[in-house]
């Protein structure tokens, strides 16, 4: 009845091995990233999973332990806040929230605003605030390779200019942005 697995009683001759332990209630923006110790197909999503593979248990939900499956970490989601990016590196070629594909090591941000839980192949690397920009203070920025900025402009490698509130009120230096 309910949710619940009907209780069974061992059989002659079979031990307990270890103890009797809680299922995992995975709260919502928190994850479980899970490692696979041993090939299996998962009988519910239909999808096989070899060994070394890894995926996340996205919250809210509860998680229900696998033999071939080893919890690795518990992931929380980092609040990007108004004024504030993401920066994110890939751990291995992966395929972001938005469907990019990236290379390994490949780094990008994330500026919306709100909960932002990381892929399965992405790390946080920091998260970055914006400079805030009035007619007394600009920022000085150097490219680190050619890019189109968020001004639509093309920027060369070693290029430098100044962001002034003339261009914007704030800006988050970006990926291929360093500041002076």
Avoid at 115 to 123: I, R
Avoid at 128 to 146: D, G, M, Q, W
Avoid at 152 to 175: M, N
Wanted: glycine fraction near 6%.
């Amino acid at each position: 009845k309910g949710v619940y697995a009907e209780p069974f009683a061992l059989y002659p001759g079979e031990k307990l091995a270890g103890k009797v332990s809680p299922l995992s209630v995975v709260a919502p923006n928190t994850a479980l990233r899970l490692k696979c110790i041993r090939d299996f197909v998962d009988p519910e999503t239909k999808v096989r999973h070899n060994a070394g593979d890894e995926w996340i248990f996205e919250g809210p939900g509860t998680y229900t332990p696998r033999v071939e499956v080893q919890i690795v970490e518990s992931i929380k989601a980092t609040l990007i806040k108004p004024l504030q990016a993401l920066k994110l590196r890939a751990r291995k070629a992966t395929v972001d929230r938005t469907g990019a594909e990236l290379k390994a090591g490949e780094e990008w941000m994330v500026k919306t605003p709100g909960a932002y839980l990381p892929g399965v192949d992405e790390e946080i690397v920091e998260i970055v605030n914006a400079f805030v920009l009035t007619e007394k203070k600009a920022i000085h920025l150097r490219a680190t390779r050619t890019f189109v900025d968020a001004f639509k402009k093309e920027r060369k490698a070693g290029e430098e200019w100044l962001v002034t509130s003339v261009d914007a009120e704030t800006h988050i230096p970006d990926i291929y942005e360093q500041v002076v």
